[in-house]
Each structure stands twice: as C-alpha cells, then as structure tokens.
C-alpha cells in the first residue's frame, strides 16, 4: 500500500486540505493510499485553521486530524513524501538526507514525465555547475548564464503560496489549485508502475 506524507510549515492550512482532498479522490477512485500531513515547522495537536476548515466543509470532505509536527518516524512511515514548496523539501532533507528519492514538491511530483522537467534538470546542473565554479573563483561562461537565464523564465513555480492569515477566499484559491495538482496525481499514481 502507498503511504503518501504531505508537508507545509504549519500542518494547519494547505497540508490537512491536501490531505482530505487526497483521501477523498483515492476513496473515489478505489485506491489504496494511507495519507497523513505533518508540519516543518509547528507543534502537535494543533487545530486545522477556520477558514482551511470552512474550505473542506464546503467541499462535503472529513476534516483531518490535529497538526503532527514532522519527525523521522513520519518521514519512515512514507513511501512518498510530498512538499507545498521547495523550502519545505529543502528543510525535510537538510534533516533527513536520505528521504531524498521519495521527496518532491506537490507540483514537481504532478509533473513528472512532463518535458518541462528536462528543463529542470537542466537548471539544477547549470546551478550546481555554477555554486562549484564560484567556490573556485570562477563564473559560468555567457552561453551558460544565458541558458540559465532562459531556464528560470520557463520553469514554472513548483510553490503554493500560504493562505494563512488570508480571507475565506484565498483559502478557497489555494484549495483549487491543490486539487487541479492532486487530479493530476491520481492520474500519475494509476500510470506509474513504480507507485503500484
């Protein structure tokens, strides 16, 4: 059985709304995932916050539990670890260098197989190219800075931005734009004979 973990900072917004949205699509569609949520950054046992808890309400979705705080038994429990941005991805795996394989971005993970990720991996080795030659006093040559600047304005923001603090209605926006993510996910977890 795939057990799927998803991160934010503070298990109290974007990541209990994936989690549901999550557990209701797999229960529709006949899957058999195990879903949790953690926090980078909170305590546990804190309640989901009133407006990402209007937002499941109105979507008919069982709310989930209070915040877990993120700790390296969720991190082993997971067979796939999925982050609402790329600092939450860095944070897990500045402390759990190993979950490497499993940890993506919500959006980076949706995308997979996409031509957009050649793209990404592109940049990545351009950077690290780039971070090796400027500890040894060296820059990237024009052509190089220039694809890499070419690549920034066409890789997409693998983030969703936190409605915490925010109006109903933002809490809502971001509840869509998780679920349009996780639409493409089931699709990918029926597709990908790696997550079978």
């Known amino acids: 059985m795939n057990r799927i973990l998803i991160v934010c900072t503070g298990n109290t917004c974007r990541s209990p709304m994936a989690e549901a949205m999550l557990k209701d699509l797999a229960a529709r569609g006949g899957k058999p995932l195990e879903i949790k949520s953690a926090g980078v950054s909170t305590a546990s046992g804190l309640p989901i916050s009133p407006h990402a808890a209007a937002t499941l309400r109105k979507r008919k979705l069982v709310l989930p539990g209070p915040s877990t705080s993120l700790s390296a038994e969720e991190v082993a429990w997971a067979n796939l670890i999925l982050t609402m941005t790329a600092g939450h991805k860095r944070a897990i795996l500045q402390k759990f260098p190993a979950a490497i394989s ?14 957009v990720m050649d ?78």
């Open 102 to 115: 499993k940890t993506f971005t919500l959006k980076e993970y949706a995308l997979r197989g996409d031509p």
């Open 119 to 196: 793209d990404v991996a592109e940049a990545e080795r351009l950077y690290s190219e780039w971070q090796v030659r400027q500890a040894l006093g060296q820059n990237l040559n024009a052509e190089q800075r220039a694809r890499l600047f070419e690549l920034q304005r066409s890789i997409p923001d693998f983030d969703i931005a936190d409605p915490f603090g925010g109006p109903l209605l933002l809490y809502e926006q971001c509840a869509d734009e998780i679920e349009d993510i996780l639409l493409t996910l089931v699709d990918k977890l029926d597709s990908d004979p790696q997550e079978q």
